[in-house]
Structure formats: C-alpha cells, structure tokens
C-alpha cells in the first residue's frame, strides 16, 4: 500500500511523508523493482512523480523503454541488477543503505557501477549496477539534472 517504514527509526508511515522528510534531511533514495519496472500507461507521470519524491536512483530488473528514458529526462540514475541479482538474493528488506559508487565520476553510456549494500546487522555486501544511461546524451541530461535543467543551461550558455 502507501505505507513505508522511515529509515533509521523504523516509524511506519505514508511514503509521501517519509519521502519529504528524507529529502528534508538531504537524505537521498533508491526505489527497487522487479522486471519492466514502469509499465503503464502513465509513465511520464511516474516518472515525475518519483523525481518529486526525491528519489535519485531506481534499481530494477529490467525497464520499460519509455520509462527508463522518462527518468533520465528527470534526472533519476535507472540502473539494473545484474544477471541472477534480484531484491531477494541480495536480501534486501528495506533497511539497508546504500553507497552507489562511480556516478560522480566521468561516466560512460552503460557503465558498470560498484555499490555498496550496509544490511543493518553492520555486514556489508559488494555488488556490481548496470547503468541504464544508454546513450551519452542520457549521460548528459543526467549530469544537468534532467533534459529540462539541461535545455535552460544551454539557452543560458548561449546568451
């Protein structure tokens, strides 16, 4: 449902509440699906909507064409578990962080990313992201934050 556990204190609550006081402590956040993550008719909305929820990264198994290019244009980093990775082999239950490693560095089109997973126990676990920023212009939107950030700087370059 719309129920989520804020992380660290565990407190149940909306997902819209927990993700404006995420975002409130600067706090940034990954969503984890399953296969053709964003079918639907509505995928630009969704898109938007998780931009707005102040989600940075989406992991999945794999992604609806048109919603991976819709998140890219709003600035969310789509990447894809590598082959015979999913939410269940890595044990994710929602509360573990995350350090995704790579992306502030010069990224490529397709990029392997490493990634850290912290497990709330104080083990870790070394894992491998596909990056799902296809194209170098995917990697150009990305870096200016979403194609739209990217249009005003380069109107703005131009004046």
């Known amino acids: ?20 006081k995420y975002i409130a402590a600067g706090t940034p956040t990954v969503v984890f699906g399953g296969e ?22 989406v992991v999945a198994r794999s992604f609806e ?12 980093l789509p990447l894809q ?5 999913t939410r269940k082999t890595l044990q994710l239950t929602g509360d573990e962080t995350f350090d995704i490693l ?5 990224l490529q089109p397709k990029q392997i990313l490493p ?7 104080g083990t870790q676990r070394d894992v491998q992201l596909q990056s799902r920023l296809d194209t170098q212009v ?3 939107y990305y870096r200016a934050g979403g194609v739209l950030t990217y249009v005003l700087n380069r109107i703005a370059e131009e004046a």
């Open 81 to 85: 578990f590598m082959p015979g990775d």
């Open 65 to 76: 064409r048109i919603h991976r290019s819709n998140l890219v244009g709003m600035g969310v």
């Open 115 to 121: 990634a850290v997973v912290h497990y709330p126990d």
């Open 36 to 57: 053709e993550y964003g079918t639907g008719s509505s995928r630009d909305w969704a898109a938007k909507g998780t931009q707005l929820l102040g989600v940075k990264v």
């Open 102 to 106: 790579g992306i502030d560095g010069k």
């Open 138 to 140: 995917d990697v150009e």
């Open 1 to 20: 449902g719309g129920l989520t556990r804020y992380q660290p204190s565990g407190e149940q609550m909306p997902i819209y509440d927990a993700a404006m």
